[in-house]
């Protein structure tokens, strides 16, 4: 039998002769409970918006980015883009060309980042789905159109209700810089705007989308486009992806940036790590500030049991069995807190995961709270909590130590 198991068990279930030692470590328990399903709720929530937020950026960012590793251009030609039209994970294809511009609507001018796409991109694009003015078309006719963030289209009182051009200004390659009549040197184009979309505020404030044409007759350009963007297919795997583009780099030379959607965003998505390990050190120290509670029962435990201790040392325990007792004890209030939070937070998320019953404020894009509940956030939130209950155990035992060798 293990004897230090044996009686933290019944020390932990057995009534103290003093109530405030059970009321102590009940709170502890509570405490435990309460910032362990905290812990397991809130990083769900955090999974959540993640993955929404990820999702809104893949329907504008391509899965893979062909870009020219110098300069702002290049024609794409040649074997290497028969060959990745080939691959049968590659969904679609399309050039864009991507410039800052200048752009005036009904007396308000502002620059903007537009975005010229070809055939593929105006039927494909998931950008379509978040259109949530107008409608998501870049011809009617021979007539030019632009679909607009929502951020510029507010800044710039864009309406596509509204028969009003969009001026597209950029200067002209061509032509030498003129004092006595700078317009002359500027390159315009006309566009009318057909929709709005919302994906979220950094693409919403900068980007409009226009056809091709249109930037190259703006820009002066031939065959030239900034980048080639690959979609693949639903179901296609990391590891698929990272073949796919190690296959592209290896045809295209050092002379081309092949970039996956996390290379695209290395800021965003380096921020949402850091958001989420700031989240869970925030809510670990308020466990550690709760978990206190025990070393405050312990430590009262401690003085309560001292008959027991010299009963247990005239029978030959050791000082290492008898601290190991009382940690052991520590650490089980702490585990059964952290049994219950678990059981709490994992109900709760799986509730909201499932059902949405707690319902988002206001006009967002989803109508409940995103949940999404994860098996490492679950291992860790166990893992740090244990740790934590272990640990502030250890702290009024190594006390008593110390205060019995002085």
Same mark, same amino acid.
């Not at 008959?307 to 325990?317: C, Q």
């Not at 019953?357 to 244990?386: C, E, H, R, W």
């Given at each position: 039998?293990?004897?230090?198991?044996?009686?933290?068990?019944?020390?932990?279930?057995?009534?103290? =002769?003093?109530?405030?030692?059970?009321?102590?470590?009940?709170?502890?328990?509570?405490?435990?409970?309460?910032?362990?399903?905290?812990?397991?709720?809130?990083?769900?929530?955090?999974?959540?918006?993640?993955?929404?937020?990820?999702?809104?950026?893949?329907?504008?960012?391509?899965?893979?980015?062909?870009?020219?590793?110098?300069?702002?251009?290049?024609?794409?030609?040649?074997?290497?883009?028969?060959?990745?039209?080939?691959?049968?994970?590659?969904?679609?294809?399309?050039?864009?060309?991507?410039?800052?511009?200048?752009?005036?609507?009904?007396?308000?001018?502002?620059?903007?980042?537009?975005?010229?796409?070809?055939?593929?991109?105006?039927?494909?694009?998931?950008?379509?789905?978040?259109?949530?003015?107008?409608?998501?078309?870049?011809?009617?006719?021979?007539?030019?159109?632009?679909?607009?963030?929502?951020?510029?289209?507010?800044?710039?009182?864009?309406?596509?209700?509204?028969?009003?051009?969009?001026?597209?200004?950029?200067?002209?390659?061509?032509?030498?810089?003129?004092?006595?009549?700078?317009?002359?040197?500027?390159?315009?184009?006309?566009?009318?705007?057909? !929709?709005? &979309?919302?994906?979220?505020?950094?693409?919403?404030?900068?980007?409009?989308?226009?056809?091709?044409?249109?930037?190259?007759?703006?820009?002066?350009?031939?065959?030239?486009?900034?980048?080639?963007?690959?979609?693949?297919?639903?179901?296609?795997?990391?590891?698929?992806?990272?073949?796919?583009?190690?296959?592209?780099?290896?045809?295209?030379?050092?002379?081309?940036?092949?970039?996956?959607?996390?290379?695209q965003n290395k800021a965003v998505y380096k921020m949402m790590k850091y958001e989420?390990?700031a989240i869970f050190a925030i809510l670990i120290f308020i466990v550690v500030i709760?978990? &206190?509670?025990?070393?405050?029962?312990?430590?009262?435990?401690?003085?309560?049991?001292?008959?027991?201790?010299?009963?247990?040392?005239?029978?030959?325990?050791?000082?290492?069995? *008898?601290?190991?007792?009382?940690?052991?004890?520590?650490?089980?209030?702490?585990?059964?807190?952290?049994?219950?939070?678990?059981?709490?937070?994992?109900?709760?998320?799986?509730?909201?995961?499932?059902?949405?019953?707690?319902?988002?404020? !206001?006009?967002?894009?989803?109508?409940?709270?995103?949940?999404?509940?994860?098996?490492?956030? *679950?291992? *860790?939130?166990?893992?740090?909590?244990?740790?934590?209950?272990?640990?502030?155990?250890?702290?009024?035992?190594?006390?008593?130590?110390?205060?019995?060798? =002085?």
């Amino acid at each position: 039998m293990n004897l230090p198991l044996f009686f933290a068990g019944r020390y932990l279930f057995a009534r103290k =002769s003093h109530n405030v030692i059970n009321l102590i470590s009940a709170i502890s328990v509570i405490g435990m409970a309460i910032g362990t399903a905290a812990l397991i709720i809130i990083l769900s929530i955090y999974n959540g918006f993640d993955s929404l937020v990820k999702e809104m950026l893949s329907d504008f960012d391509p899965d893979i980015l062909i870009a020219p590793a110098e300069g702002k251009t290049f024609i794409p030609e040649g074997e290497t883009y028969d060959w990745i039209y080939s691959q049968e994970n590659v969904e679609n294809m399309c050039c864009v060309l991507t410039e800052n511009i200048f752009l005036s609507y009904d007396g308000k001018q502002g620059m903007v980042t537009a975005k010229g796409v070809d055939w593929v991109y105006e039927e494909e694009s998931p950008v379509r789905s978040h259109v949530r003015t107008g409608e998501f078309a870049l011809h009617r006719g021979d007539v030019p159109l632009s679909v607009v963030g929502s951020g510029v289209a507010y800044r710039l009182g864009i309406n596509p209700r509204f028969l009003t051009p969009m001026e597209l200004y950029f200067p002209s390659t061509s032509r030498n810089f003129s004092v006595s009549n700078p317009m002359a040197s500027i390159e315009s184009v006309n566009v009318w705007p057909s !929709g709005i &979309f919302a994906i979220n505020s950094e693409i919403d404030d900068k980007y409009i989308i226009v056809p091709m044409s249109v930037m190259k007759e703006l820009l002066e350009y031939g065959d030239e486009v900034s980048g080639v963007e690959i979609r693949v297919k639903d179901g296609c795997g990391k590891r698929e992806v990272r073949e796919l583009i190690s296959g592209i780099r290896q045809r295209l030379g050092d002379g081309f940036t092949v970039s996956d959607r996390f290379e695209q965003n290395k800021a965003v998505y380096k921020m949402m790590k850091y958001e989420k390990l700031a989240i869970f050190a925030i809510l670990i120290f308020i466990v550690v500030i709760v978990a &206190f509670n025990i070393f405050g029962s312990l430590s009262m435990l401690i003085i309560e049991k001292e008959g027991d201790i010299r009963i247990l040392k005239s029978m030959g325990a050791s000082d290492k069995m *008898i601290g190991q007792i009382f940690v052991l004890e520590g650490w089980f209030i702490s585990l059964l807190g952290l049994a219950g939070g678990l059981a709490a937070g994992i109900g709760v998320s799986l509730l909201q995961q499932h059902f949405g019953i707690i319902k988002m404020p !206001g006009n967002f894009i989803v109508q409940a709270y995103p949940v999404i509940l994860s098996a490492t956030d *679950i291992i *860790i939130t166990a893992a740090s909590v244990a740790a934590v209950g272990y640990i502030i155990a250890l702290i009024p035992v190594r006390f008593r130590k110390r205060a019995a060798c =002085s």
